[in-house]
């Protein structure tokens, strides 16, 4: 509200909130909800592409046949090419798509202005094919009282002059009753009016008939016109319409024998040769109606056609000469105008006439006349001094003249925005803000992730931009020529490092260049499956920064809490050891050249953990700070967004790569816990998919040939679930290799063991034909192997399908130092612990691997230890919170032996037996 | 937004007044007096009228008007038109001229409840109930002795959390959910009897009295009926998306839970017909009125409050009319004939017959007159939708449930 008040140009504020805002929207209260919409609908009009582009196009060059265009050579060049520009195929930007799927189910909204809202940015955003769902929810709100029934009319009828179809299954809640009130009687009519077309036209004309018959004038008037403008629009019925009007001439009623009069001049005027006969019969009416616009009608049309009837039309002057003083002015007016007219073709007859038609004008009261038959008998009656015009005079008067065309009043309301007062009054009201039109090219979509980096070059580029992401991407891209260094050389590291912790030391410069660096690296998770290995690097090498320089913030906003000099080196600390697991991750996927480095910071390790603990805490209590209204100020706002994309980045991260890379995933989800407490961030937290990296293993719930096209795959994305901490995240991909799309994808009837929950993922309204799509569901497994099982929905079909869990993706990494590890260990003994004997596979010559393979096999976190022997790993069951601690102790001779301690017995047992597997192999 | 609310009575008399932001001088309300002069129905008054500096919105409800004026609006006209409607629809119940002079205070609190310089706030009416607390006999005793006011000293609790619809710590002894499935039949039927064009519209009203958080499951027998529903801002929408439940935390109290349309024609029963001749006759200024109401498709059930009401066309001085059936009034001013048969009995069909004078001298109209029928039928939804059950998550106690069916006749009109 405020936004819209201050500043409602600013589109560039919305880029980096569109999508927190698209995903709140429905839980917002209803009057900000058509606040939201409303601002989001201009936003989209400046953002995204025209969905109808194409379509618009064809409609406009249908006539001239845009296909054969290419023959035509004289066509012009310039606008060929830039059809054909447009005519590549239409891509809708997913934020389009997320905005337009997001308020759809506002339109089951009780608020008749909620309603209004997605209705109007349905018909000014949607593709043609998706406007049609508006109608109902329309159609529903003319219920309501009768105000709201005006305003959605006046809406309804702009619509149904561009989108006719959309309404024609409801044409009958639009049949008028006797009781509503005019206006709305008459918008009715309007709308119906509009609906008409060859097949539905006889009922429509039915219905008009019965109107006709109303006693309420006005309405009558209304509907006979109405009649006309369907005959006009459908040629089939104009001769039917045409004899019902005539048939209304008999009519007692002089207003509405007028009013039909006044309509079938107009029609006649459209084919006078074939209808001779009715203005004969016109003519003959005259003797009786009396209104003047009627007569005035009448005889123009005779003076006009006087060549079809040529022996009543001077009858007719005889008589209107007789009564030319008694007549209203306009009637006087078209009997000089018939005189004049009969004069030019038939002057034999009439020229007495004529004359003695002028003189009595001539002597008239009204000056217009008296004028009007001056310069009348000067121009047809030829006398000496008569000009040149004269000449002229039979083209002048019986020139062809057009046919009128009978529009809608309605034809040019579609410039408003609907559902604005300025659309209800036609005119533009105080405060109105235009509609922009649609861009040519889309801007930059990038705008609206919550992230730089990849797109830097194109953001500079943009003109909009606010000040804080172009300083982000001029400093982001010193740092990309500084990273260079960073990787080829394992120790030369040190030097840049320790300069910039000197910069942030010394002071409050660097300090806001920390904060404006955070603000300009959210993310959103989804992309970077494509991406090329070096971005990969580059990206986590910008986390890294990002990490550190969020925990230099954190620090520098609370000194009092622990001094600056421990945090920093704190903060050296923990970005040497991220800048570490970058470096393991990139050994683990590439070479195992560097593993000595891992080991080596190993030592480093124990401290900043214990740093980084402390830092997690004042993290914590700076939520709360957080934790206000989003929009009470922009900054703080701001604030939050940070922090949620840095989440972002963080749970993005493939976790379990090496050793450690576990602690920083441990952290990220202390992180997400600790957000958890705030509900704005669930929401968007919930959806957090990862790119399936090779780490990761994947299975498959639904072959594609079982699955009839649609290949179905889930893996598990060790990611908490942030709507349920005891849930496991399932990453669920669906593919659909069917050359149609299917719709409604959604699970149904759950069959699960007693105490198993499932928290099932959106509906997915449609996967088109080649695309995939991923969500995430949580299933409470209760810390068993057991299968869920579930049916798996589309709109047409149901797979039986079924998740299975290895034992180790039923638990999440717990962070214990070694003391406590040990300490836990004391408490599990005796029938808690499982010890086995193996012996190692040959590729398991070091502990890297060692640490790799159990942390594959089960997601758990390593615990720092001591001795190069031992490698112990921590995690806990996720339903339960049982601890699970696993220990493997190295022996010569690639022998080792492997304890599990865990309260659960059969995990145990089950875990050892998988390790087992894993590192024998 | 708004700026200012005036409401004015039937007569013409401007009983009240609210400004939010600045005063607002009361000759503004002239362009609507005479934009009132000409509109001969007051439903005819347009609803938006343009002054040089404002615009002013005006809405009908039971002889009154409710009229705002605004300087800028760059939402939709039919917020303000809503938030009036939520006004006089939600809180009073019964909202006339009386009640609000009656209870001027609390109007005036309200009003500054809701809007906020003329910003929508607090519409929400359990929230409002909770800051405002209804008058009772005792209440108001109270307070013109001790002089307090109905304002609640807390601020509601809904307000800030995440269901704002609902207030924490209720507690009731008796816990029970009751839902009326009301269903109205739309229709327009022609001269000959056949159907041109039917609808049923439905609301499902519920008064939960449940305490605690109770999470609420209604499911139905046949929810695929369903044309078109919207909810209320409690229900989960995802639910009804995937699986045709209604899910939802209710909110203390009455409210309406969803309401409902079906419009495939030949869903929709017809429950009565009607045989009907009136004509006027060309000389002696009189005419004859003959209306016989049958039972069509009932289901079984009786017909309940059966009144026809018949818009005289203006010519129509009296009716001298007997009705085999229940009474009769034709009211000269307003031109209407009202004709209230009561309950239908079937083996004995009720006529209305007799003649019609005309005032002398003038054309016989020309045309018919059409009828308006109302009707009621218990324990029937004319649909046939049915509800299923109600499971209560959430919650330990069991609570007592009910539903009721109840079928009018809404907007049902018989051309003639």
């Not at chain 2, 039949?185 to 056949?194: H, Q, Y």
């Amino acid at each position: 509200m405020a936004f819209e008040e201050v500043c409602p140009d600013r589109i560039d504020l919305i880029h980096k909130n569109y999508r927190k805002l698209c995903n709140l929207l429905i839980d917002v209260e209803e009057w900000g909800q058509v606040v939201i919409i409303n601002m989001l609908t201009r936003y989209a009009r400046t953002q995204f592409l025209n969905p109808n582009i194409n379509e618009s196009l064809l409609e406009d060059s249908s006539e001239k046949a845009f296909y054969a265009s290419d023959d035509e050579e004289d066509e012009d060049k310039k606008t060929e090419a830039a059809a054909l520009a447009k005519r590549k195929p239409y891509v809708m930007d997913p934020d389009h798509r997320l905005l337009l799927r997001n308020t759809k189910p506002l339109l089951q909204s009780r608020n008749a202005a909620v309603v209004m809202a997605v209705a109007q940015l349905y018909f000014h955003l949607a593709p043609k094919a998706e406007v049609g769902i508006i109608a109902k929810a329309l159609v529903r709100l003319m219920r309501s009282h009768s105000e709201v029934q005006y305003v959605v009319l006046q809406n309804v009828a702009t619509m149904t002059i561009k989108r006719r179809g959309m309404f024609e299954p409801y044409l009958k809640s639009f049949y008028i009753r006797s009781t509503d009130p005019t206006q709305i009687k008459i918008l009715k009519l309007e709308v119906l009016t509009n609906l008409a077309n060859e097949t539905n036209i006889s009922t429509i004309l039915r219905e008009f008939q019965t109107y006709i018959k109303s006693m309420d004038k006005d309405f009558v008037a209304a509907s006979i016109q109405a009649i006309g403008r369907c005959a006009t629009n459908i040629g089939e019925v104009r001769d039917t319409c045409l004899n019902g009007l005539v048939q209304l001439l008999s009519n007692r009623d002089e207003l509405v024998v007028a009013e039909s009069v006044v309509v079938i001049k107009k029609l006649l005027q459209m084919q006078p040769e074939q209808h001779s006969d009715i203005i004969k019969h016109m003519a003959k009416l005259i003797d009786n109606i009396q209104v003047p616009m009627a007569r005035a009608s009448i005889l123009w049309l005779i003076g006009e056609y006087c060549e079809h009837v040529p022996k009543i039309a001077p009858d007719v002057l005889r008589k209107m000469a007789k009564t030319f003083t008694n007549e209203e002015d306009i009637v006087k007016l078209q009997i000089i105008n018939l005189a004049a007219k009969l004069y030019l073709t038939n002057s034999k007859q009439t020229k007495l006439l004529t004359q003695y038609v002028l003189n009595l004008a001539k002597y008239d009261q009204n000056y217009d006349i008296r004028d009007r038959a001056r310069f009348i008998r000067q121009l047809i009656v030829p006398t000496d001094k008569s000009g040149a015009l004269s000449k002229y005079a039979k083209k002048l008067f019986l020139a062809l003249k057009p046919a009128p065309v009978l529009e809608s009043p309605f034809k040019d309301r579609d410039h408003f925005q609907l559902g604005s007062l300025s659309h209800l009054l036609n005119a533009k009201a105080g405060g109105y803000q235009e509609l922009p039109d649609w861009p040519e090219s889309a801007p930059d979509p990038s705008v609206r992730n919550v992230e730089v980096i990849r797109l830097l070059e194109r953001v500079t580029t943009l003109t909009s931009i606010p000040d804080w992401s172009k300083c982000t991407s001029r400093k982001d891209r010193k740092e990309k020529k500084v990273d260079k260094p960073f990787y080829s050389d394992s120790e030369g590291e040190s030097g840049p490092t320790e300069s910039a912790d000197s910069e942030s030391d010394s002071g409050s410069g660097s300090e806001s260049a920390s904060a404006s660096d955070e603000s300009g690296s959210g993310s959103e998770s989804e992309e970077s499956g494509e991406e090329t290995e070096s971005e990969d690097e580059e990206e986590d090498e910008e986390k890294e920064k990002k990490r550190k320089k969020h925990l230099d913030k954190t620090k520098a906003k609370k000194p009092a809490e622990e001094s600056a000099e421990s945090e920093q080196s704190s903060g050296t600390e923990d970005r040497k050891r991220g800048r570490k697991a970058v470096k393991n991750q990139k050994s683990a996927s590439e070479s195992e050249s560097e593993s000595e480095s891992s080991e080596s910071e190993d030592e480093s390790e124990e401290e900043s953990e214990e740093e980084s603990e402390s830092d997690t805490d004042i993290r914590k209590k700076k939520t709360p700070v957080s934790k206000q209204p989003p929009k009470q100020s922009k900054k703080e706002s701001k604030k939050e967004k940070q922090e949620m994309s840095l989440l972002d980045l963080d749970d993005f991260e493939p976790a379990p790569t090496s050793a450690p890379v576990t602690p920083v995933n441990f952290l990220s989800s202390s992180l997400v816990s600790d957000l958890e407490g705030l509900s704005l961030t669930d929401t968007i937290l919930a959806p957090t998919t990862i790119a399936p990296s090779g780490l990761i293993k994947l299975y498959e719930l639904l072959h594609r040939i079982t699955g009839e096209g649609l290949a179905v795959e889930y893996c598990f994305s060790r990611q908490p679930f942030s709507p349920d901490p005891n849930m496991v995240a399932v990453q669920i991909q669906f593919t659909n290799n069917t050359n149609s799309e299917t719709k409604n994808l959604h699970i149904k009837e759950p069959r699960l063991q007693s105490g198993m929950r499932i928290r099932e993922f959106a509906e997915i309204e449609v996967l088109a034909a080649g695309e995939s799509v991923t969500v995430v569901m949580g299933i409470d497994f209760c810390d068993s192997t057991q299968a869920a099982n579930f049916q798996l929905c589309t709109h047409t079909r149901k797979f039986f399908a079924s998740i299975q869990p290895p034992v180790g993706e039923l638990m999440t990494p717990v962070f214990l130092t070694e003391n406590d590890f040990k300490k836990e260990q004391g408490k599990l003994m005796g029938m808690n612990e499982i010890s086995e004997k193996l012996t190692l596979g040959e590729k398991c010559v070091n502990e890297h691997v060692i640490v790799e393979r159990v942390t594959a096999t089960a997601n758990l976190s390593r615990v720092p230890c001591g001795s190069d022997k031992e490698c112990r790993f921590a995690g806990k069951t996720v339903s339960s919170g049982c601890l699970v601690l696993v220990t493997v102790a190295t022996k010569e001779g690639g022998r080792a032996q492997l304890t599990v301690n865990c309260e659960k017995m059969v995990i145990g047992t089950m875990l050892v037996k998988d390790i087992m597997q894993a590192l024998s192999q | 937004m708004i700026h200012s609310l005036f409401l004015i009575s039937n007569a013409g008399d401007l009983f009240l007044e609210k400004h939010w932001k600045s005063v607002i001088s009361r000759s503004v309300c002239d362009y609507f007096f005479e934009a009132r002069e000409k509109a001969v129905e007051p439903d005819n008054v347009p609803p938006v009228i343009r002054t040089p500096h404002h615009y002013l919105i005006n809405i009908y409800r039971e002889k009154i008007f409710f009229k705002l004026m605004f300087l800028f609006s760059k939402l939709g006209v039919c917020f303000i038109v809503d938030v009036l409607y939520r006004m006089c629809a939600d809180y009073f119940g019964e909202c006339s001229e009386t009640t609000i002079k009656d209870n001027v205070v609390i109007v005036y609190e309200l009003l500054e409840e809701m809007l906020d310089n003329g910003f929508p706030l607090a519409t929400e009416s359990n929230i409002l109930k909770e800051l405002i607390r209804p008058p009772t006999i005792l209440r108001s005793m109270v307070n013109t002795i001790t002089g307090s006011s109905n304002v609640g000293e807390t601020l509601p609790t809904g307000q800030l959390s995440t269901i704002p619809w609902r207030r924490a710590g209720v507690k009731y002894t008796n816990n029970e959910a009751y839902f009326d499935v009301v269903e109205e039949i739309d229709a327009i039927l022609d001269k000959s009897g056949t159907t041109v064009f039917a609808e049923i519209q439905g609301v499902i009203d519920a008064c939960v009295k449940l305490s605690g958080m109770p999470d609420l499951t209604l499911s139905f027998m046949n929810p695929r009926l369903l044309d078109d529903v919207s909810f209320h801002p409690c229900v989960r929408y995802k639910r009804w998306e995937s699986e045709r439940v209604i899910a939802f935390i209710p909110p203390d109290g009455n409210f309406q839970l969803m309401s409902y349309h079906i419009s495939a024609q030949n869903l929709v029963a017809i429950p009565v017909y009607v045989k009907q001749n009136i004509s006027f006759f060309e000389t002696g200024s009189s005419g004859r009125l003959d209306i016989t109401v049958g039972p069509k498709q009932t289901m079984g059930k009786t017909l309940e409050c059966l009144v026809v009401t018949v818009h005289m066309p203006k010519v129509v001085l009296s009716a001298n009319l007997s009705a085999t059936q229940g009474t009769y009034n034709y009211d000269p001013v307003t031109k209407i004939l009202v004709w209230d048969i009561g309950k239908l009995n079937p083996q004995k069909l009720p006529n209305l017959k007799g003649s019609l004078s005309l005032q002398s001298g003038a054309p016989k109209p020309e045309e018919n007159p059409s009828l308006n029928i109302d009707l009621k039928i218990q324990q029937l939804a004319i649909s046939g939708l049915k509800v299923n059950r109600l499971d209560v998550y959430g919650e330990k106690y069991k609570p007592f449930k009910g539903v009721k069916y109840v079928t009018k006749a809404g907007k049902f009109q018989v051309r003639t």
